[in-house]
């Protein structure tokens, strides 16, 4: 039986205290490393937010969507395509002290991302659990919107510059042979990515997954209805450049922000020889949209074909 004790993401356990204020202390990265809190927070109101949309709502997502595809949730194998500092893995470290049954070993986590500094940060926080890895992906500058010289703030986004076309190489991810996924999930990847690397990071996670496999990803769709929540004005955000399979706002930096039309994700998805079982559309489109995830932006689930 759970007991809540002082602070939203702290509890007790009969026989066993788990105090998850600890943990955020223990794997939340110092604030002004993670571009995207600096700045913004006091140390202890971060830690208690750092997560929590994980561990409150997209990871509880993905338990339902195993289940829902015959994958026992307590089997879960999860890759995280770019993990940032890692919230996912905090969610799952959680997860795991929770399961009754006795673990097999082996590598249960993989976090991959193109920051070396939080890859190397990671590596040392979490080189206590056995079961979690993270492992750093090399990518282009020109197909990198956060890499040198560029910027994340959309204020300034004539800084850096990016390419709406690629090779599509930078995304071919190096999964290790000997890490099986049931599950795969990413927030805000396919969102800076360009049609060729969207195709080639969803093969790369379709032929390297064991089966069953569930593929989680969120994206910016444009459809009929988020061209009319732009028109209205009540959607987050405005796409005046049209970069032929996705919109953007930044023709200096189209990477900033990829919102893809959705025949054409349709046929990415196809090509990467994934078939699309759900499309549950965020709150960026405007108040009338609050998809399963609680994620602002659309969340794609898919199988293989």
Known sequence: MWEPVDGS???????????????ASELCPP???????????????????????????????????LGSHQIDP???RLLDIGCGFAPMAYAFVIYSSSLQKTSD?????LGIDIRDDAVQWLQDAYRKY????????QADNKSDYVGAGNTVATDCASEGKTSATSSGEEAAYKIPEDFSY???????????????ACVTALQTINRCSRRPCVQVNTWFLIDEQSRYAMAA????????IDCGKFLTFSAENPLLTTCYKIEAVEQIYDE?????????????????????????QDVIVSVAK
């Open 233 to 240: 004005g009540i959607a987050d955000r405005q796409l005046p």
């Open 272 to 296: 990467a020889g994934l078939e699309i079982v759900e499309i549950d559309r965020g709150s960026w489109r405007g108040k009338a949209y609050n998809n399963r995830a609680n994620h602002y």
């Open 74 to 76: 307590a089997d879960a």
């Open 130 to 137: 056995e079961f979690i890895r993270f492992l750093h992906h």
């Open 31 to 65: 604030v002004e490393m993670n571009y995207n809190w600096a700045g913004s927070k006091q140390r202890e109101q971060y830690e208690r937010d750092f997560a929590s949309p994980f561990v409150e709502h997209f990871f509880p997502f993905l338990l339902q969507t």
């Open 105 to 109: 070993g082996g590598v249960r986590y």
């Open 182 to 196: 049931n599950l795969q999930w990413s927030s805000s990847v396919f969102t800076h990515l360009t049609p060729e």
């Open 9 to 23: 993401l702290s509890f007790l356990r009969k026989g066993e205290t788990i105090i998850l204020q600890n943990l």
